[in-house]
């Protein structure tokens, strides 16, 4: 039963709930004595009458007690009130290693330094006699300042005692016997889940298999049933770390190896060894040979001590990094060939070999102009328009036959264009109109029906042909790409509006498999030179993307380490690939009132300002790329230009009606959101909700909150919340486009954008939306007036429209256009923020700059 706010356990006061285990349930307490914060486990009553139960919880406690070292969690003290046993121990603020785990593999320097912590506290431990027996990636804290706790040894077993500091202690009773499994599936080693007598070689086994999850974003033995995932882990070798992650440096891929070799024997004889090689691999493998000696040497077929052994000479690993380089001069390795094609400046959109596999065709929005096609041949400077209308490409047929869209404008979710499709002859004709709201296409070989992505009631869906669903998401999919013989479909599936994501692949009947997937930012994908794995762009932290190649059976390997933000966007057999350098940059314009020209309140380099103070002297705004750093930063900012506050990691949602608070939500799973000061005071974690939420703003009385999201598999809809806590409640049907969102002065209406593109006046309190009209171009709701009665949109463009509605009549004019003097490489402008005086704006704006290349040798 969870324990109510201010119940006593002896000195030590329960504040709010921390999780559960297996173990029991953990509280943050006040230390009364002390008066500091500490964390609390208590035993549930259901389990205090469990005579076995008691006694391991109790041996947790004199096992974590008897260790002091830093990366071993702190136990101050054991006891007992009104029948409930509990321990007291040190309360560490971050998150756990899982928590972390969830963004997928982690960078080689990172990992290293975790896991070198971890395998100085577990020798510290097994100095001491002590087992973990659960060592996973739960049973691990990671402190805000980076350091690695240890924590629950609930199951461990003092198996010895050589240390003189637990000579004292009292020996416990054994807490399993032979044939008994204890532990957790999926990090036990091969004795432990056969049911045999283990000691400290289990928990390096356990170690090992957290280490491959931390350098692959998999679990070594995961398989579909417990029973099969226990057999594996007796039975099979993991996939090698190195096809995974081809980053992963060899002396990693080495001491991963061998702690999770089948036979203890053939583990680390001391922890204490394996603490140090780890040590020694962070302290001397320098960043050249992090990424030179990835794709160098493969793992070992075969684990034999003798190959193991070998990394922790520092001379072996420079031989092996000499023996590389020397390659690579001989000419074994030569390096692909670059040939840049465009020299314009502005953003290119996409680009395809013609059929002669000579001739380039891609789109593209040079100096401010709106998107063209064009044609050009590599190795001349020039480039030639092709006579059509606005438009952007989307793919070209073996026979010539151009897949575009007319009248591209934004997309309401990730960096999609959406258009009317047409298709027209590449010599030369009028385009011949097909389908509305299409934002990518592709032609089944050898040029017959197209594949789409038709964007309808604010769900993407994969379309073969045209009508017959394959796949839907309230995410965006991207890049269709029939393979070569026609039978699958491989695409980039976003699950939410932003950039994260990974690649799928369905076939024609529906049956979809995703391949890869939990990248920060994935863009651009085409079918491999030989056509038997996908080839595509993606990072999984920050926004410089490298290029990688999918088989589709998942294995992964790094074909090639890019500089810069490139995106894959075609690959022929004898031409190469076309790859575009793209520069991202996303920031703020502040309008003042009059025709002052606009203060740039940019930041960073990528962020999205989600709310404006009604005053107009501050902004909420996010910054999710290279500088928010990996789990993006949250900040608010006067518009004077004054510097920006940090508020903390997320990503922002809405600015309290008294400017003295803020939503924030994380991007890490589960997700959830915050209620953050502005000024001094302690953030509030509101429960997991499970949603993916785009947006959100504040009640008048900032006592409720609306946000906008969905549910995994389920459209986008708004919900009710309250700051105090408790389940999100819907009050809108799903199926509404993601945008911003704003609440009448009233609390009764929530301007949100349908799945039409029209702006709906959705009731709070339930029920179907009052529309306004449309303007012909996407419209996304900016602001009401102080009274209610006028409604502020803005038109994403160049210019940024800003129009004001009066809701009792639809009359509609237009306020003022936005713009900017430079306007190289902005598609567009907005949406917008507008104070309830129409008088000030910030409005966002992305400007992309690119480049367009050919790459040959690539292999």
Known sequence: MTLAAGTKLGPYEILTPLGAGGMGEVYRARDTRLGREIAVKVLPDELAADRERLMRFEQEARAASALNHPNILTVYDVGSESGRSFIAMELVEGRSLREILEDGPMPVRKGLDLAAQIADGLAKAHSAGIVHRDLKPENVMVSRDGFAKILDFGLAKLSRTSSEDVSSLPTAAPSTTPGMVMGTIGYMSPEQAAGRAVDYRSDQFSFGAIGYEMATGKKPFARGTSAETLTAIIREEPEPAGELNPKVPVPVRWIIDRCLAKDPEDRYASTKDLARDLESVREHLSEASVSGLTAAVSPPARRRRAAVLAFASVAVLAGIAAA???????????????????????????ARFAPDGQTVVYSAAWDGHRPRVFSLRPGTPETTPLSLPDADLLAISPSGELAITLRPVASPVGFAITGTLARVPLAGGAPKEILNDVTYADWAPPGGELAVVHRVAGNDRLEYPIGKVLDRTAGWFQDPRFSPDGRTIAYLDHPSVGDYGGVAIVDLSGRKKTLA???????????????????????KEGIERELYSVTLSGSLRLVRTMQGTPALL???????????????????????????????????????????????????????????GPGGSVFVRQTDGSPAVRLGSGTSLALSSDGRSALIRSLHQPTYTTLVPIGPGQPVKLPPDGLDVYSGVFSPDDVHFVVEGNAPGRGTRLYLGDVKGGPLRPISEEGLSPSFVCLSPDAKRV???????????????????????????????????????????????????????????????KVRDLGVADSGGILYMGPAHVTPDGRTVVAGYERILSTLYRIQGLR
């Open 570 to 628: 075609d690959v022929n057999a004898k031409s190469g690939a076309l790859v575009s350098e793209d520069d991202y940059r996303a920031g703020a314009l502040f309008f003042g009132a009059g025709n002052a020209p606009p203060s740039d309140l940019s930041w960073f380099d990528w962020q999205n300002v989600h709310a404006l103070s009604p005053d107009g002297k501050t902004i909420l705004f996010d910054e999710t790329g290279e500088g928010g």
């Open 324 to 350: 590389y380089l020397a390659g690579r001069a001989g000419g074994r390795a030569p390096e692909p060939a670059f040939q840049r094609l465009t020299f314009q400046r502005g953003t290119i959109l996409a």
């Open 751 to 813: 301007a949100a954008v349908g799945g039409d593109g029209r702006i709906g006046l959705y009731p709070v309190s339930g029920g179907p939306p009052s529309e306004i009209a449309s303007s012909g171009r996407p419209d996304s709701p900016a602001g009401f007036s102080a009274d209610g009665a006028v409604l502020y949109v803005s038109k994403q463009g160049m210019p940024c429209e800003i129009d004001r509605i009066e809701l009792a009549t639809g009359r509609r004019e």
């Open 517 to 539: 997937t939990g990248y920060a930012t994935i863009q651009g994908l085409a079918w491999s030179p030989k056509g038997d794995a996908i080839w595509f762009t993606a990072t």
